[in-house]
Protein backbone atom coordinates (compact mmCIF):
# COMPACT_ATOMS: atom_id res chain seq x y z
CA UNK A 1 0.00 0.00 0.00
CA UNK A 2 1.52 3.78 -0.73
CA UNK A 3 0.69 6.08 1.93
CA UNK A 4 -0.41 9.76 0.30
CA UNK A 5 -0.41 12.53 2.17
CA UNK A 6 -0.47 16.92 1.31
CA UNK A 7 -0.49 20.06 3.21
CA UNK A 8 -1.89 22.52 0.31
CA UNK A 9 -4.74 22.55 -2.37
CA UNK A 10 -2.16 22.13 -5.08
CA UNK A 11 -0.81 19.41 -2.70
CA UNK A 12 -4.11 17.33 -2.82
CA UNK A 13 -4.99 17.96 -6.38
CA UNK A 14 -1.90 16.24 -7.62
CA UNK A 15 -2.47 13.35 -4.80
CA UNK A 16 -5.86 13.25 -5.81
CA UNK A 17 -4.79 12.30 -9.36
CA UNK A 18 -2.77 10.37 -7.97
CA UNK A 19 -5.03 8.44 -6.14
CA UNK A 20 -7.73 8.52 -8.97
CA UNK A 21 -4.64 6.28 -11.07
CA UNK A 22 -3.58 3.69 -8.38
CA UNK A 23 -7.17 3.22 -6.72
CA UNK A 24 -5.97 -0.13 -5.33
CA UNK A 25 -2.71 0.43 -4.16
CA UNK A 26 -3.05 4.15 -2.51
CA UNK A 27 -4.57 5.44 0.84
CA UNK A 28 -4.88 8.86 1.40
CA UNK A 29 -3.59 10.14 4.69
CA UNK A 30 -6.05 13.13 5.92
CA UNK A 31 -5.47 15.50 8.86
CA UNK A 32 -2.63 17.44 10.17
CA UNK A 33 0.44 15.97 8.04
CA UNK A 34 2.85 15.54 11.10
CA UNK A 35 0.88 12.76 12.46
CA UNK A 36 -0.27 11.43 8.60
CA UNK A 37 2.91 10.81 7.70
CA UNK A 38 3.94 8.83 11.30
CA UNK A 39 0.86 6.51 10.40
CA UNK A 40 1.23 6.38 7.13
CA UNK A 41 5.00 5.69 7.52
CA UNK A 42 3.81 2.44 9.95
CA UNK A 43 1.39 1.55 7.96
CA UNK A 44 2.89 1.15 4.16
CA UNK A 45 5.37 0.22 2.23
CA UNK A 46 5.64 2.91 0.28
CA UNK A 47 5.05 7.05 0.84
CA UNK A 48 4.77 9.63 -1.59
CA UNK A 49 4.46 13.05 0.40
CA UNK A 50 3.15 16.33 -1.10
CA UNK A 51 5.46 18.45 0.93
CA UNK A 52 8.85 20.31 1.04
CA UNK A 53 11.54 17.63 1.01
CA UNK A 54 12.92 19.02 4.37
CA UNK A 55 9.57 18.88 6.20
CA UNK A 56 9.55 15.27 5.19
CA UNK A 57 12.88 14.62 6.52
CA UNK A 58 12.36 16.33 9.99
CA UNK A 59 8.83 14.35 10.36
CA UNK A 60 10.49 10.95 9.27
CA UNK A 61 14.11 10.99 10.81
CA UNK A 62 13.32 10.04 14.36
CA UNK A 63 10.98 6.88 12.90
CA UNK A 64 14.07 5.54 10.71
CA UNK A 65 15.03 1.69 11.66
CA UNK A 66 16.86 0.87 8.63
CA UNK A 67 17.16 -0.26 5.31
CA UNK A 68 15.91 -2.96 5.06
CA UNK A 69 12.06 -2.29 6.83
CA UNK A 70 11.70 1.46 6.00
CA UNK A 71 9.57 2.23 3.40
CA UNK A 72 10.29 3.81 0.51
CA UNK A 73 9.46 7.76 0.64
CA UNK A 74 8.99 10.20 -2.24
CA UNK A 75 8.07 13.73 -1.90
CA UNK A 76 6.50 15.72 -5.24
CA UNK A 77 6.98 19.69 -4.96
CA UNK A 78 4.33 22.10 -4.81
CA UNK A 79 5.01 22.45 -8.32
CA UNK A 80 4.26 19.21 -9.12
CA UNK A 81 7.49 19.64 -11.75
CA UNK A 82 9.70 17.04 -9.35
CA UNK A 83 8.89 13.72 -8.07
CA UNK A 84 12.45 12.90 -5.95
CA UNK A 85 13.21 9.93 -4.16
CA UNK A 86 14.01 10.78 -0.63
CA UNK A 87 14.53 7.50 1.34
CA UNK A 88 14.75 3.71 0.46
CA UNK A 89 15.80 4.48 -3.25
CA UNK A 90 16.41 0.49 -3.63
CA UNK A 91 15.51 -1.35 -0.67
CA UNK A 92 12.16 0.19 0.09
CA UNK A 93 11.66 0.60 -4.13
CA UNK A 94 11.59 4.78 -3.81
CA UNK A 95 13.44 5.07 -7.00
CA UNK A 96 11.01 3.15 -8.73
CA UNK A 97 8.09 4.80 -7.38
CA UNK A 98 9.48 8.47 -8.26
CA UNK A 99 9.90 7.58 -11.64
CA UNK A 100 6.19 5.60 -11.72
CA UNK A 101 4.87 9.19 -10.22
CA UNK A 102 6.41 11.65 -12.26
CA UNK A 103 4.92 9.12 -15.34
CA UNK A 104 1.47 9.72 -13.94
CA UNK A 105 1.88 13.63 -12.70
CA UNK A 106 3.88 14.56 -16.02
CA UNK A 107 7.16 15.68 -13.45
CA UNK A 108 10.67 14.76 -13.32
CA UNK A 109 11.80 12.05 -11.42
CA UNK A 110 14.66 12.56 -9.24
CA UNK A 111 17.08 10.05 -7.99
CA UNK A 112 20.62 10.05 -6.23
CA UNK A 113 20.95 7.07 -5.20
CA UNK A 114 24.35 6.38 -7.26
CA UNK A 115 23.71 3.34 -9.02
CA UNK A 116 21.38 4.47 -10.42
CA UNK A 117 22.17 7.82 -11.41
CA UNK A 118 25.12 6.64 -13.42
CA UNK A 119 22.94 4.29 -14.97
CA UNK A 120 24.21 1.17 -13.63
CA UNK A 121 22.07 -0.93 -11.88
CA UNK A 122 21.96 -1.87 -8.20
CA UNK A 123 23.38 -5.51 -7.31
CA UNK A 124 20.36 -5.44 -5.63
CA UNK A 125 17.63 -4.25 -8.23
CA UNK A 126 18.58 -7.09 -10.77
CA UNK A 127 15.34 -8.98 -9.62
CA UNK A 128 17.74 -11.73 -8.10
CA UNK A 129 17.78 -13.24 -4.49
CA UNK A 130 21.40 -11.30 -3.63
CA UNK A 131 23.80 -12.35 -0.96
CA UNK A 132 26.91 -11.15 1.05
CA UNK A 133 28.77 -7.49 0.62
CA UNK A 134 26.12 -5.91 -1.77
CA UNK A 135 27.12 -2.63 -0.60
CA UNK A 136 30.83 -2.71 -0.89
CA UNK A 137 30.63 -4.56 -4.30
CA UNK A 138 27.97 -2.22 -5.77
CA UNK A 139 30.56 0.70 -4.49
CA UNK A 140 33.19 -1.27 -6.21
CA UNK A 141 31.30 -1.35 -9.56
CA UNK A 142 30.78 2.24 -9.19
CA UNK A 143 34.30 3.20 -8.01
CA UNK A 144 35.43 1.37 -11.38
CA UNK A 145 37.19 -0.99 -9.14
CA UNK A 146 37.73 -4.41 -11.21
CA UNK A 147 34.81 -6.85 -10.65
CA UNK A 148 34.82 -10.30 -11.73
CA UNK A 149 31.90 -12.01 -12.95
CA UNK A 150 31.48 -16.04 -12.45
CA UNK A 151 28.78 -17.01 -14.18
CA UNK A 152 28.18 -20.81 -13.24
CA UNK A 153 24.69 -20.44 -14.99
CA UNK A 154 24.06 -18.88 -18.02
CA UNK A 155 21.50 -15.75 -17.12
CA UNK A 156 20.37 -12.94 -19.02
CA UNK A 157 21.82 -10.12 -17.04
CA UNK A 158 21.53 -6.34 -17.61
CA UNK A 159 24.94 -5.06 -18.33
CA UNK A 160 27.87 -4.76 -15.21
CA UNK A 161 30.87 -3.08 -16.09
CA UNK A 162 32.91 -6.45 -14.75
CA UNK A 163 36.55 -7.95 -16.04
CA UNK A 164 37.90 -11.60 -15.91
CA UNK A 165 39.59 -11.00 -12.90
CA UNK A 166 39.23 -8.67 -10.07
CA UNK A 167 39.60 -8.21 -6.21
CA UNK A 168 35.78 -8.10 -6.41
CA UNK A 169 33.67 -10.89 -7.43
CA UNK A 170 29.95 -11.49 -8.24
CA UNK A 171 29.13 -15.22 -8.92
CA UNK A 172 25.83 -16.29 -10.45
CA UNK A 173 25.22 -19.70 -8.80
CA UNK A 174 22.59 -21.96 -7.73
CA UNK A 175 25.02 -24.11 -5.60
CA UNK A 176 24.77 -24.13 -2.00
CA UNK A 177 27.76 -21.82 -0.69
CA UNK A 178 28.42 -19.09 1.48
CA UNK A 179 29.59 -16.03 0.17
CA UNK A 180 33.39 -15.29 0.66
CA UNK A 181 34.64 -11.70 1.38
CA UNK A 182 34.16 -8.99 -1.30
CA UNK A 183 31.65 -11.37 -3.05
CA UNK A 184 27.46 -11.34 -3.83
CA UNK A 185 26.08 -14.50 -4.75
CA UNK A 186 23.17 -13.75 -7.58
CA UNK A 187 20.64 -16.65 -7.07
CA UNK A 188 18.96 -16.91 -10.50
CA UNK A 189 15.58 -19.16 -10.69
CA UNK A 190 16.91 -22.10 -12.37
CA UNK A 191 15.76 -24.97 -10.40
CA UNK A 192 12.76 -26.35 -10.25
CA UNK A 193 11.14 -29.35 -7.81
CA UNK A 194 9.12 -32.03 -9.15
CA UNK A 195 6.42 -33.35 -6.22
CA UNK A 196 4.38 -36.16 -5.96
CA UNK A 197 2.33 -36.97 -2.84
CA UNK A 198 -0.51 -38.88 -1.81
CA UNK A 199 -3.68 -37.50 -0.68
CA UNK A 200 -3.01 -36.06 2.81
CA UNK A 201 0.70 -35.70 2.83
CA UNK A 202 1.92 -33.42 5.98
CA UNK A 203 3.28 -29.84 4.86
CA UNK A 204 5.98 -30.90 6.93
CA UNK A 205 6.92 -33.60 5.18
CA UNK A 206 6.81 -32.60 1.85
CA UNK A 207 9.01 -29.35 2.62
CA UNK A 208 11.61 -31.26 4.81
CA UNK A 209 11.91 -33.69 1.46
CA UNK A 210 12.30 -30.29 -0.86
CA UNK A 211 14.62 -28.86 1.59
CA UNK A 212 16.87 -31.76 2.41
CA UNK A 213 16.98 -32.96 -1.82
CA UNK A 214 18.22 -29.71 -2.31
CA UNK A 215 20.75 -29.04 0.69
CA UNK A 216 22.15 -33.10 0.23
CA UNK A 217 22.59 -32.30 -3.56
CA UNK A 218 24.13 -28.72 -2.73
CA UNK A 219 22.21 -26.15 -4.50
CA UNK A 220 20.50 -23.28 -2.69
CA UNK A 221 16.71 -22.86 -2.14
CA UNK A 222 17.39 -19.17 -3.24
CA UNK A 223 17.52 -20.29 -6.75
CA UNK A 224 14.22 -22.36 -6.72
CA UNK A 225 11.85 -21.34 -9.32
CA UNK A 226 8.96 -23.58 -8.60
CA UNK A 227 7.12 -26.52 -7.49
CA UNK A 228 5.61 -28.61 -9.93
CA UNK A 229 3.08 -31.37 -9.75
CA UNK A 230 0.06 -33.11 -12.14
CA UNK A 231 -2.97 -31.48 -12.17
CA UNK A 232 -4.42 -34.23 -10.09
CA UNK A 233 -2.84 -32.49 -7.46
CA UNK A 234 -3.31 -28.88 -7.03
CA UNK A 235 -5.61 -29.09 -4.53
CA UNK A 236 -2.86 -31.19 -2.14
CA UNK A 237 -2.45 -28.97 0.83
CA UNK A 238 0.54 -30.36 1.82
CA UNK A 239 2.04 -28.95 -1.63
CA UNK A 240 0.03 -25.86 -1.94
CA UNK A 241 1.48 -24.72 1.31
CA UNK A 242 4.82 -26.07 1.17
CA UNK A 243 4.77 -23.80 -2.14
CA UNK A 244 3.23 -20.97 -0.10
CA UNK A 245 6.15 -21.06 2.64
CA UNK A 246 9.03 -21.72 -0.46
CA UNK A 247 7.77 -18.40 -1.50
CA UNK A 248 7.45 -19.99 -5.19
CA UNK A 249 4.32 -20.66 -7.87
CA UNK A 250 2.89 -23.77 -8.22
CA UNK A 251 3.07 -25.19 -11.52
CA UNK A 252 1.00 -27.90 -12.47
CA UNK A 253 0.77 -30.41 -15.41
CA UNK A 254 -1.91 -32.74 -17.14
CA UNK A 255 -1.21 -36.68 -16.35
CA UNK A 256 -1.40 -37.06 -20.40
CA UNK A 257 1.26 -34.72 -20.44
CA UNK A 258 3.48 -35.96 -17.82
CA UNK A 259 3.48 -39.39 -19.01
CA UNK A 260 4.78 -38.66 -22.42
CA UNK A 261 7.92 -37.43 -20.46
CA UNK A 262 10.74 -39.73 -20.32
CA UNK A 263 11.91 -40.81 -17.04
CA UNK A 264 14.86 -42.65 -14.98
CA UNK A 265 12.29 -44.37 -12.84
CA UNK A 266 8.85 -44.89 -13.53
CA UNK A 267 6.33 -46.54 -11.21
CA UNK A 268 2.96 -48.41 -11.31
CA UNK A 269 2.24 -46.44 -7.98
CA UNK A 270 0.99 -42.91 -9.73
CA UNK A 271 0.02 -44.84 -12.90
CA UNK A 272 -2.81 -46.34 -11.17
CA UNK A 273 -3.68 -43.31 -9.17
CA UNK A 274 -3.31 -40.26 -11.46
CA UNK A 275 -2.70 -41.86 -14.89
CA UNK A 276 0.94 -41.53 -15.49
CA UNK A 277 4.09 -43.56 -14.16
CA UNK A 278 5.54 -40.21 -12.73
CA UNK A 279 5.04 -37.22 -11.18
CA UNK A 280 8.14 -35.40 -9.46
CA UNK A 281 10.61 -36.52 -12.49
CA UNK A 282 8.24 -36.05 -15.23
CA UNK A 283 6.65 -32.55 -13.93
CA UNK A 284 10.19 -31.44 -12.82
CA UNK A 285 11.52 -32.57 -16.26
CA UNK A 286 8.71 -30.92 -18.98
CA UNK A 287 10.28 -27.71 -19.38
CA UNK A 288 13.84 -29.48 -20.27
CA UNK A 289 16.83 -29.04 -18.28
CA UNK A 290 19.49 -31.87 -16.13
CA UNK A 291 18.06 -34.20 -13.83
CA UNK A 292 20.26 -33.52 -10.97
CA UNK A 293 18.37 -35.22 -8.17
CA UNK A 294 16.36 -38.62 -8.93
CA UNK A 295 13.09 -39.46 -7.57
CA UNK A 296 13.33 -39.61 -3.95
CA UNK A 297 10.84 -40.25 -1.22
CA UNK A 298 10.17 -38.46 1.85
CA UNK A 299 11.14 -40.02 5.22
CA UNK A 300 9.04 -40.15 8.36
CA UNK A 301 10.14 -40.92 11.74
CA UNK A 302 7.61 -42.97 12.68
CA UNK A 303 8.34 -45.32 9.90
CA UNK A 304 4.95 -45.24 8.21
CA UNK A 305 5.21 -45.42 4.03
CA UNK A 306 6.21 -42.15 2.21
CA UNK A 307 3.35 -39.68 1.36
CA UNK A 308 5.99 -37.41 -1.02
CA UNK A 309 8.20 -37.52 -3.46
CA UNK A 310 10.09 -35.07 -5.10
CA UNK A 311 13.09 -34.73 -8.17
CA UNK A 312 15.25 -31.53 -8.84
CA UNK A 313 15.96 -30.45 -12.45
CA UNK A 314 18.17 -27.53 -13.76
CA UNK A 315 16.92 -25.39 -16.47
CA UNK A 316 18.81 -23.94 -18.74
CA UNK A 317 18.60 -20.13 -18.61
CA UNK A 318 16.54 -18.38 -21.32
CA UNK A 319 18.59 -15.77 -23.35
CA UNK A 320 16.14 -13.10 -23.84
CA UNK A 321 16.40 -10.91 -27.92
CA UNK A 322 14.40 -7.99 -27.50
CA UNK A 323 13.97 -6.29 -31.05
CA UNK A 324 13.71 -2.44 -30.74
CA UNK A 325 12.60 -0.06 -32.79
CA UNK A 326 14.26 3.16 -33.16
CA UNK A 327 12.26 5.63 -34.52
CA UNK A 328 12.68 8.21 -37.38
CA UNK A 329 15.77 9.92 -35.38
CA UNK A 330 14.41 12.76 -33.35
CA UNK A 331 15.46 11.53 -29.69
CA UNK A 332 11.77 12.08 -28.25
CA UNK A 333 10.29 9.75 -30.91
CA UNK A 334 12.01 6.97 -29.64
CA UNK A 335 9.90 5.38 -26.96
CA UNK A 336 10.36 5.14 -23.15
CA UNK A 337 10.19 1.27 -23.70
CA UNK A 338 12.92 1.28 -26.29
CA UNK A 339 14.80 3.00 -23.86
CA UNK A 340 14.24 0.68 -21.31
CA UNK A 341 15.23 -2.52 -23.11
CA UNK A 342 18.56 -0.83 -24.61
CA UNK A 343 19.56 -0.28 -21.17
CA UNK A 344 18.13 -3.71 -19.59
CA UNK A 345 20.92 -5.49 -22.66
CA UNK A 346 23.74 -6.59 -21.95
CA UNK A 347 24.67 -7.15 -26.18
CA UNK A 348 23.70 -4.71 -28.75
CA UNK A 349 23.39 -5.47 -32.09
CA UNK A 350 22.99 -3.26 -34.94
CA UNK A 351 23.65 -1.49 -37.96
CA UNK A 352 26.52 1.19 -36.89
CA UNK A 353 24.64 4.51 -37.50
CA UNK A 354 21.79 3.32 -35.53
CA UNK A 355 23.99 2.26 -32.72
CA UNK A 356 25.55 5.88 -33.40
CA UNK A 357 21.79 7.43 -32.42
CA UNK A 358 21.28 5.49 -29.19
CA UNK A 359 25.14 4.60 -27.67
CA UNK A 360 24.33 7.61 -24.72
CA UNK A 361 21.71 5.57 -23.62
CA UNK A 362 23.43 2.50 -23.24
CA UNK A 363 25.24 1.18 -19.72
CA UNK A 364 28.29 0.81 -18.76
CA UNK A 365 29.38 -2.93 -19.60
CA UNK A 366 27.14 -3.07 -22.92
CA UNK A 367 28.89 -5.31 -25.37
CA UNK A 368 28.11 -3.62 -28.84
CA UNK A 369 28.34 -5.51 -32.13
CA UNK A 370 28.28 -3.22 -34.95
CA UNK A 371 28.43 -3.60 -38.64
CA UNK A 372 27.81 -1.87 -41.67
CA UNK A 373 25.32 -1.53 -44.00
CA UNK A 374 24.10 -5.78 -46.28
CA UNK A 375 25.30 -7.46 -43.57
CA UNK A 376 21.48 -8.20 -42.30
CA UNK A 377 21.45 -12.01 -42.32
CA UNK A 378 24.65 -11.94 -40.31
CA UNK A 379 23.41 -8.92 -38.02
CA UNK A 380 20.00 -11.65 -37.29
CA UNK A 381 22.30 -14.46 -36.76
CA UNK A 382 25.07 -12.73 -34.44
CA UNK A 383 21.50 -11.75 -32.10
CA UNK A 384 20.13 -14.72 -32.36
CA UNK A 385 23.46 -16.40 -31.22
CA UNK A 386 24.10 -14.32 -28.29
CA UNK A 387 20.78 -14.53 -26.72
CA UNK A 388 21.04 -18.49 -27.29
CA UNK A 389 23.79 -18.32 -25.05
CA UNK A 390 21.42 -16.86 -22.72
CA UNK A 391 22.25 -13.40 -22.80
CA UNK A 392 19.97 -10.19 -23.17
CA UNK A 393 20.12 -9.05 -26.65
CA UNK A 394 18.54 -5.66 -27.90
CA UNK A 395 18.62 -6.01 -31.93
CA UNK A 396 18.17 -2.77 -33.41
CA UNK A 397 16.57 -1.29 -35.81
CA UNK A 398 15.33 2.20 -37.06
CA UNK A 399 11.74 3.44 -37.42
CA UNK A 400 10.04 -0.06 -36.48
CA UNK A 401 12.01 -2.60 -36.13
CA UNK A 402 9.52 -4.79 -37.95
CA UNK A 403 9.38 -2.79 -40.66
CA UNK A 404 11.34 -3.49 -43.69
CA UNK A 405 14.01 -4.62 -40.68
CA UNK A 406 15.51 -7.05 -38.78
CA UNK A 407 12.82 -8.37 -36.90
CA UNK A 408 11.92 -10.84 -39.64
CA UNK A 409 15.09 -12.11 -40.21
CA UNK A 410 16.13 -12.63 -36.50
CA UNK A 411 12.55 -14.54 -35.89
CA UNK A 412 13.34 -16.46 -38.74
CA UNK A 413 16.37 -17.78 -37.26
CA UNK A 414 14.96 -17.89 -33.68
CA UNK A 415 13.94 -21.46 -32.27
CA UNK A 416 12.05 -21.46 -29.08
CA UNK A 417 14.83 -21.78 -26.48
CA UNK A 418 14.80 -18.02 -26.07
CA UNK A 419 12.46 -15.36 -25.17
CA UNK A 420 11.15 -12.81 -27.86
CA UNK A 421 10.11 -9.04 -26.75
CA UNK A 422 9.49 -6.62 -29.54
CA UNK A 423 9.19 -3.12 -29.08
CA UNK A 424 7.41 -1.28 -31.71
CA UNK A 425 8.94 2.37 -33.11
CA UNK A 426 7.82 5.20 -34.97
CA UNK A 427 7.77 4.04 -38.59
CA UNK A 428 8.69 6.09 -41.91
CA UNK A 429 5.43 6.24 -43.19
CA UNK A 430 4.18 7.59 -39.61
CA UNK A 431 7.08 10.18 -38.68
CA UNK A 432 6.60 11.36 -42.67
CA UNK A 433 2.53 11.47 -42.46
CA UNK A 434 2.64 14.04 -39.26
CA UNK A 435 4.77 16.43 -41.12
CA UNK A 436 2.94 16.00 -43.89
CA UNK A 437 -0.28 16.62 -42.23
CA UNK A 438 -3.14 13.81 -42.11
CA UNK A 439 -2.24 12.16 -45.84
CA UNK A 440 -2.77 8.47 -44.13
CA UNK A 441 -6.69 9.60 -43.49
CA UNK A 442 -8.03 6.65 -45.05
CA UNK A 443 -7.02 3.14 -46.14
CA UNK A 444 -3.21 2.89 -46.88
CA UNK A 445 -0.44 0.77 -47.52
CA UNK A 446 3.76 0.85 -47.63
CA UNK A 447 5.10 -0.59 -50.53
CA UNK A 448 9.46 -1.06 -50.90
CA UNK A 449 10.80 -0.36 -53.67
CA UNK A 450 14.10 -2.34 -53.63
CA UNK A 451 14.16 -4.90 -55.62
CA UNK A 452 17.36 -6.44 -54.29
CA UNK A 453 15.06 -8.96 -52.61
CA UNK A 454 11.82 -8.79 -54.51
CA UNK A 455 11.60 -9.40 -58.35
CA UNK A 456 10.15 -6.20 -59.61
CA UNK A 457 7.54 -8.09 -61.47
CA UNK A 458 6.39 -8.33 -57.69
CA UNK A 459 6.66 -5.14 -57.10
CA UNK A 460 5.49 -3.89 -59.65
CA UNK A 461 1.86 -5.83 -59.35
CA UNK A 462 1.41 -4.59 -55.84
CA UNK A 463 1.61 -1.19 -56.89
CA UNK A 464 -0.59 -1.84 -59.45
CA UNK A 465 -3.02 -3.65 -57.21
CA UNK A 466 -3.06 -0.30 -55.06
CA UNK A 467 -3.30 1.71 -57.70
CA UNK A 468 -6.74 0.13 -58.53
CA UNK A 469 -8.17 -0.02 -55.25
CA UNK A 470 -7.06 3.81 -54.93
CA UNK A 471 -5.42 3.02 -51.48
CA UNK A 472 -3.13 5.91 -50.46
CA UNK A 473 1.01 4.23 -50.95
CA UNK A 474 3.81 5.25 -49.16
CA UNK A 475 7.06 4.38 -50.86
CA UNK A 476 9.81 3.26 -49.03
CA UNK A 477 13.37 2.52 -50.29
CA UNK A 478 12.36 4.91 -53.45
CA UNK A 479 15.20 5.47 -55.06
CA UNK A 480 19.02 4.83 -54.62
CA UNK A 481 22.16 6.05 -57.10
CA UNK A 482 22.07 2.39 -58.44
CA UNK A 483 18.05 2.28 -58.85
CA UNK A 484 16.78 5.16 -60.35
CA UNK A 485 13.81 3.73 -62.60
CA UNK A 486 11.99 2.46 -60.24
CA UNK A 487 10.04 5.52 -58.54
CA UNK A 488 9.09 7.09 -62.00
CA UNK A 489 7.36 3.84 -63.31
CA UNK A 490 5.58 3.57 -60.13
CA UNK A 491 4.23 6.85 -60.01
CA UNK A 492 3.57 5.85 -63.64
CA UNK A 493 0.95 3.35 -62.63
CA UNK A 494 -0.60 5.56 -60.42
CA UNK A 495 -1.20 8.04 -62.86
CA UNK A 496 -3.11 5.45 -64.89
CA UNK A 497 -5.81 5.48 -61.68
CA UNK A 498 -5.20 8.79 -60.09
CA UNK A 499 -5.64 12.87 -61.55
CA UNK A 500 -2.24 14.60 -62.58
CA UNK A 501 -2.95 17.22 -59.39
CA UNK A 502 -2.98 13.95 -56.99
CA UNK A 503 -1.27 15.56 -53.92
CA UNK A 504 2.51 13.72 -53.27
CA UNK A 505 4.48 14.54 -49.77
CA UNK A 506 8.28 13.86 -49.80
CA UNK A 507 9.35 13.77 -46.76
CA UNK A 508 13.63 13.62 -46.46
CA UNK A 509 15.16 12.56 -42.74
CA UNK A 510 11.57 12.75 -41.10
CA UNK A 511 12.97 14.23 -37.69
CA UNK A 512 16.32 14.37 -37.97
CA UNK A 513 18.11 17.39 -37.97
CA UNK A 514 18.39 18.13 -41.46
CA UNK A 515 14.61 17.14 -42.22
CA UNK A 516 12.84 18.43 -44.95
CA UNK A 517 9.80 17.94 -46.66
CA UNK A 518 7.76 19.24 -49.48
CA UNK A 519 4.07 18.59 -51.09
CA UNK A 520 3.83 18.37 -55.03
CA UNK A 521 1.60 16.71 -57.46
CA UNK A 522 1.89 13.67 -59.40
CA UNK A 523 2.34 15.67 -62.13
CA UNK A 524 5.20 17.73 -60.67
CA UNK A 525 7.53 15.13 -58.67
CA UNK A 526 10.55 15.39 -60.13
CA UNK A 527 12.16 11.59 -58.80
CA UNK A 528 15.67 13.57 -58.87
CA UNK A 529 15.02 15.13 -55.83
CA UNK A 530 14.45 11.97 -54.10
CA UNK A 531 16.99 9.27 -52.60
CA UNK A 532 17.51 6.65 -50.05
CA UNK A 533 16.62 9.17 -46.94
CA UNK A 534 13.48 9.83 -48.06
CA UNK A 535 9.91 8.32 -47.69
CA UNK A 536 7.37 9.31 -51.02
CA UNK A 537 3.59 9.17 -49.53
CA UNK A 538 1.26 9.21 -52.76
CA UNK A 539 -2.42 10.38 -51.88
CA UNK A 540 -5.62 8.62 -53.43
CA UNK A 541 -8.84 10.27 -55.18
CA UNK A 542 -10.04 12.17 -52.65
CA UNK A 543 -6.74 13.42 -51.21
CA UNK A 544 -6.55 17.30 -51.03
CA UNK A 545 -4.11 20.12 -50.26
CA UNK A 546 -5.33 22.24 -47.72
CA UNK A 547 -3.56 25.26 -46.08
CA UNK A 548 -0.83 23.82 -47.49
CA UNK A 549 -1.28 20.81 -45.82
CA UNK A 550 -2.11 16.99 -47.12
CA UNK A 551 -5.29 15.66 -45.99
CA UNK A 552 -7.09 12.43 -47.00
CA UNK A 553 -10.29 12.38 -46.26
CA UNK A 554 -12.02 9.67 -43.64
CA UNK A 555 -14.60 9.05 -45.91
CA UNK A 556 -17.17 10.78 -48.47
CA UNK A 557 -20.09 11.38 -45.83
CA UNK A 558 -16.68 12.40 -43.53
CA UNK A 559 -17.95 15.62 -42.30
CA UNK A 560 -20.86 14.43 -41.00
CA UNK A 561 -19.31 11.93 -38.94
CA UNK A 562 -17.84 12.39 -35.32
CA UNK A 563 -13.95 12.84 -35.87
N1 LIG B 1 12.43 0.12 -40.37
C1 LIG B 1 12.37 1.40 -41.04
C2 LIG B 1 12.41 1.28 -42.55
C3 LIG B 1 13.66 0.68 -43.11
S1 LIG B 1 13.71 0.69 -44.88
C4 LIG B 1 11.12 2.14 -40.57
O1 LIG B 1 10.25 1.53 -39.96
O2 LIG B 1 11.04 3.36 -40.83
C5 LIG B 1 14.65 2.15 -45.16
C6 LIG B 1 13.80 3.22 -45.81
O3 LIG B 1 12.94 3.79 -44.85
C7 LIG B 1 14.56 4.40 -46.36
O4 LIG B 1 15.05 4.15 -47.66
C8 LIG B 1 13.51 5.48 -46.36
O5 LIG B 1 12.65 5.30 -47.45
C9 LIG B 1 12.72 5.15 -45.14
N2 LIG B 1 13.12 5.95 -43.95
C10 LIG B 1 13.61 5.48 -42.80
N3 LIG B 1 13.80 6.48 -41.92
C11 LIG B 1 13.39 7.61 -42.53
C12 LIG B 1 13.32 8.99 -42.12
N4 LIG B 1 13.71 9.39 -40.92
N5 LIG B 1 12.85 9.88 -43.01
C13 LIG B 1 12.43 9.49 -44.22
N6 LIG B 1 12.48 8.22 -44.67
C14 LIG B 1 12.96 7.29 -43.83
Known amino acids: MIGLISATAAGAAARDRLAAAWPDRTRVYEGPVGDAVRAAFAQCEQLVCFLATGAVVRLVAPLLAGKASDPGVVCVDEGGRFAVSLLGGHGGGANGLAR ?37 VSRALLDGEAVALRAEVAWPLPPLPVTDEGRYTIRLTDRLTEPAEREVLLRPPTLVVGVGASKGAPVEEVLALVEGALRE ?38 AGELARVEVPNPSDAPLGAVGTPSVAEAAALLGGGELLVPKRKSERADGRPAM ?14 AVVGLGPGARDLLTPRAKAELRRASVLVGLDQYVDQIRDLLRPGTRVLESGLGAEEERARTAVAEARRGRAVALIGSGDAGVYAMASPALAEASDDI ?4 VPGVTAALAAGAILGAPLGHDHVSISLSDLHTPWEVIERRVRAAAEADIVVTFYNPRSRGRDWQLPKALAILAEHREPT ?28 VDMM ?17 VTPRGYRWQEEPQ
Open 100 to 136: AVAEVLGAEPVVTTATDAVGLSGLDTLGLPAEGDVAA
Open 217 to 254: AGLSAASLAELATVDAKAGEQGIVEAARRLGVPLVTYG
Open 308 to 321: ATCAVVRRPGRGRL
Open 419 to 422: DVVG
Open 502 to 529: TPVGVVRNASRADESSRLTTLAALDPAT
Open 534 to 550: TVVTVGNTATREIAGRM
